[in-house]
């Protein structure tokens, strides 16, 4: 298992390029399902999790080629046929999002098998909503040996509305409902930016889908969907990590290829902690990026935050929040609102000196403490993110055990970071 070896107290300068999203790159992939004509897709990042659903893809049947591009990866994904209608235990315990292929299988050929997705790092995370909207689309779904049996003699369009907020449950029921016979309203559904980005692809693909990016949206089911190309949006949450990399180290990042309009949250409390951040919008006529830039170095206050669904303050950049409240000035309370477990990596930030108490789904963190190298154990992926930015942070070596957890959601981050100064060195082991 590979390690990061990081040394730290070395403040971050110069450009970096941000990677397509993951979390809009993994149901645009199982929208593929949807279609016997090939999908194209740009800017797929390069990490764990995409490799996994490929995989997945794999054993239904589906081919797919990859090809590098300047930026990201292009895929070109063809489901011609179903060979199995089963989504593997070894595979879903890997990466739960594969779960995404339920409701696209369902609605193309009437039948899936997924495994349980079984407990996680950060919370019980159950998909009983994705099942509920899915029997209300028609669906008969049983569980059986580990696995959730789902059968449809076509499925119709109906109303539902999630009691909680889920993204991937409203991309499951998203994609199901756009071969649904009829009209489908979601409500109280996700507004991510990535559920938006699956709804573009869908509709390129011939399906009718209004109202992507606020809590309601209306599918009208079509018949069949065709192939389309599709760029993925930039990754929101590798530019928050960017962002505050760039805060704790007291240094200077440009941030390309990046999407301002979806951190709105996030640069709002940056700001407000002292951190200032300046966004210029692409050059007219042009289809290009706005480019961020963040100047950091001066004294930074420690401020509350409250995690919720987008657009608030996501809970994918909490972990990493934490890291940087350890070198503000004051009390922050960090309270975090979507997962109940979601502090696993306070304890491991406490081992590098942060002074951090938690309260139930509150943390209370004391800045600024001075941190001080050593060795840490990554648990999940966006705690292994706040662990490299304490460790970049700390003065001395802090050696990060696990790191396959951040390779499943950040492209190569260690080799981004170096170039703009920082100092990581992957020691990998053959097991
Ligand atoms: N929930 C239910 N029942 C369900 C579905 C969700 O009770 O059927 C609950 C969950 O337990 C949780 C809350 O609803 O408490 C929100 O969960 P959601 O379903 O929105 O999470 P998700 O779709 O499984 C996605 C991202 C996560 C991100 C969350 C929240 C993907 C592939 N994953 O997960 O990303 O944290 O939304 O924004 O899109 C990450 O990238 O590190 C990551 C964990």
Redesign the pocket.
């Known amino acids: 298992m590979d390690k990061f070896l990081i040394q730290g107290g070395r403040p971050l300068e110069g450009r970096v390029a941000v990677s397509g999203a ?2 809009a790159a ?2 645009a992939m199982a929208a593929t399902l949807l279609t016997d004509q090939p999908v194209i897709l740009h800017n797929v990042p390069r990490v764990r ?1 995409i490799g996994t659903l490929r995989s997945l893809l794999d054993e239904l049947g589906v081919d797919s080629a990859v090809e590098h591009e300047e930026h990201g990866n292009r895929m070109e994904i063809q489901a011609r046929r179903l060979l199995s209608p089963v989504a593997p235990y070894e595979l879903v315990k890997q990466m ?2 594969s ?2 292929v339920l409701g696209p299988l369902l609605a193309r050929f009437g039948q899936a098998r997924v495994s349980l997705p079984g407990g996680c790092a ?11 909207g899915l029997e209300m689309l028609g669906a008969l779904i049983k569980v059986a040996h580990g696995y959730l049996d789902a059968k449809a003699n076509g499925l119709r369009g109906a109303n539902f509305k999630f ?9 499951n029921l998203m994609m199901a409902a756009a071969l649904a016979d009829g009209v489908t309203v979601l409500e109280n559904a ?1 507004s ?1 930016p ?1 559920v938006e980005d699956l709804a573009n692809l869908l509709n390129k693909m011939g399906a009718c889908i209004e109202g992507a990016g606020t809590g309601r949206i209306s599918i009208r089911g079509v018949t069949r969907l065709h192939g389309a190309e599709h760029t993925i949006i930039p990754d929101r ?1 590798e530019a928050g990590t960017f962002l505050v990399a760039a805060a704790i180290t007291g240094g200077q990042l440009v941030l390309e290829r990046s999407e301002p309009s979806h951190l709105t949250a996030l640069i709002a409390k940056l700001e407000e902690v002292g951190v200032p951040i300046h966004t210029t919008p692409p050059r007219p006529g042009t289809f290009d990026c706005p480019v961020l830039e963040v100047r950091a170095g001066g004294p930074m206050r420690a401020l509350d935050v409250t995690t919720q ?2 657009p608030g303050f ?3 950049m909490q972990a990493q929040y934490m890291a940087l409240m350890t070198q503000a000035d004051g009390e922050s309370v960090i309270k975090e609102t ?3 477990n979601r502090f696993v990596h306070a304890p491991e930030l406490a081992r590098l000196g942060a002074d951090i108490s938690i309260d139930g789904r509150r943390a209370i963190v004391r800045g600024k403490t001075a941190l001080t190298g050593a060795k840490v154990l990554a648990s ?3 705690a292994s993110a706040s662990l490299v930015l304490a460790g970049m942070a700390a003065e001395g070596e802090t050696m990060i055990d696990r790191v396959y957890h951040i390779d ?2 950040y492209e190569r981050i260690e080799v981004k970071l170096n170039k703009v100064g920082a100092r990581i060195r992957r020691i990998s082991e053959v097991p």
Request: hydrophobic share 35%; no cysteine.
């Open positions: 993951k979390n993994l149901p999790d739960r999002a779960v995404l950060i919370g019980t995370r159950p998909i009983n909503l994705h099942v509920k009691d909680t907020i889920s993204v991937t449950g409203t991309e996700a991510e990535e949450i669904e987008y996501p809970t994918d979507i997962f109940e999940d992926l966006r499943r959601g």
